[in-house]
């Protein structure tokens, strides 16, 4: 096995992931489950994320060349995506549908997609599919993702300590915090994207 290889997939993936990052944005979502519940969606965003990102490693390319889609058009959907949702951890609407028991599409957008299997996330495992020789290093790939969503998983599932030590106005003023956080990331995601869109065009020309 080319353990070189598989700590670049590795750590690559989990920079881009960033765990310890995901935490803030993960509470201010959950905040108002019980422990069960949140255990339960971090299971389902690491699945979601773990199959969307395999999804895209064995046929990404295919598809987006069949819908005649370039990456940085999935890039600033995704950032799209993320304005909705920092808009609403910002304005506090949130809370009202975990509530009522809707959670699980919390867990699913916008923590499994596209916050954990988001574009980076996804153009970095097409790349890495892209230089891989031989059923070896296929392998090696599957590996790192697979470590990586493990350790996405137990970070999130153990948030739930800081839940307790942060208490009601702690999750509230940690929701208004990742609201912010999430903001930037959007602009961040939208902005790469049309940079992206920019180059593209000038090497058309």
């Known amino acids: 096995m080319n353990l070189k290889f598989l700590g670049e997939v590795f750590v690559t993936l989990l920079v881009i992931v960033d765990p310890p990052g995901m935490v803030p944005v993960f ?3 959950t905040g108002t489950m019980s422990n069960r519940d949140r255990i339960r969606a971090g299971t389902q965003a690491v699945l979601l994320a773990l199959g969307v990102i395999v999804g ?3 046929a990404g390319q295919t598809l987006l060349d069949y819908l005649h889609v370039d990456l940085p058009a999935l890039q600033g959907a995704g950032g799209l995506l993320l304005v909705l949702v920092a808009l609403q951890l910002l304005t506090g609407k949130t809370d009202e549908p975990a509530e009522q028991g809707g959670t699980s599409n919390v867990a699913l957008v916008p923590i499994g997609t596209p916050l954990l299997a988001g574009p980076g996330a996804i153009v970095a495992t097409m790349l890495f599919v892209q230089r ?18 493990l350790t996405v998983w137990i970070v999130l599932r153990f948030s739930g300590v800081i839940v307790k030590l ?3 106005a702690g999750i509230e003023v940690l929701t208004r915090i990742a609201g912010l956080l999430l903001a930037a990331i959007a602009v961040q995601l939208i902005a790469d994207a049309i940079g992206a869109f920019v180059r593209l065009e000038a090497v058309g020309l």
């Open 56 to 58: 895209f490693a064995v």
């Open 27 to 29: 509470l201010a979502l």
């Open 132 to 149: 891989a020789e031989g059923f070896d290093e296929y392998l090696v790939i599957a590996i790192g993702i697979l470590l990586v969503m």
């Open 166 to 168: 942060l208490r009601p």
